[in-house]
């Protein structure tokens, strides 16, 4: 029975592991096939694309750093490679220093703006003359753009931008019948937090804080994604839509 976005083809960056992999997989399972774009991780990345095949969707692994114009355009060039059109473009990869603000520097601010940011824009680039009416460009953010979170100061910030970025691809690539949204996760125990130093006090605080359950996984933020994808949400656009479980809510 074809899914629901049969016949669609997504490109989803940081597809490798966590969040981005139950991206891609989600709308593989719903009937679109995926660009899997990865950094440095091609052993995950061709692993997920033989599990897409398996579903008998098609799949390619894509390498490229997102926040460079030239890694971008690299990308997009292999692309064509496979696919000759874009309905979904999920900007979910994402790089940062956790360091108190005070300890920043120049290239630590750059480096988080030109991945977490600046990517949006250059894959939108690319990625609109390819897309047809009806085309969804998502970007993945967190609470940190509107809540004071401890050495996330430059991510955080890096965050806000990405929100506003989308509010204006909205307004702009409305005409074209192009949707673009902003799903904002809560705390999701992936590799990626490890790399935090209150890793446990911020997992426990979230359990302890949030109504709808201890624990969001990563296939629940994919679920999101894929309603923002749907027919159904087609005049949802410059939104951003927050799962987190009721977090944000809790005092």
């Known amino acids: 029975m074809p899914g629901a976005l049969a016949r669609k083809v997504a490109l989803v960056t940081g597809a490798s592991r966590g969040i981005g992999r139950a991206i891609a ?11 899997v774009n990865y950094y440095n991780s091609a ?9 897409i095949r398996g579903m ?6 894509l390498q490229a750093s997102v926040g460079i114009p030239e890694s971008v ?10 696919f000759d059109h874009l309905d979904i473009v999920v900007s979910n990869a994402a790089s940062g220093v956790l360091k108190p603000a005070l300890e920043m ?3 630590h601010w750059r ?5 977490n940011a600046l990517a949006l824009d250059l894959l939108a680039q690319r990625a609109v003359p390819i897309m047809p009416p009806g085309g969804r460009i998502i970007a993945l953010s967190s609470l940190g753009a509107s809540r004071a979170m401890p050495h996330y100061g430059f991510i955080g910030a890096s965050k806000a931008a990405l929100e506003s970025l989308v509010r204006t691809l ?6 074209r019948q192009i949707r673009v949204n902003t799903v904002s996760a809560g705390v999701v125990d992936t590799d990626a937090l490890r790399y935090f130093p209150n890793r446990e006090e911020l ?3 979230f359990a302890h804080r949030t109504p709808a359950g201890p624990v969001l996984t990563p296939q629940d933020v994919a679920g999101a994604v894929y309603l923002l994808c749907l027919p159904e949400a087609a005049m949802i656009t410059g939104h951003t839509l927050v799962v987190d479980g009721g977090f944000a809510i809790s005092g």
């Open 25 to 35: 997989h989600k709308l593989a399972s719903a009937g679109c096939d995926v660009a």
């Open 43 to 51: 052993d995950e990345a061709e692993a997920l694309c033989a599990e």
């Open 56 to 61: 008998g969707r098609r799949a390619c692994a």
């Open 73 to 82: 355009a690299d990308m997009f060039s292999e692309l064509a490679t496979h």
């Open 105 to 107: 520097t120049l290239k």
């Open 111 to 115: 480096w988080c703006l030109e991945t």
């Open 170 to 175: 909205a307004q702009e690539l409305g005409p």
């Open 203 to 205: 997992l426990a605080n």
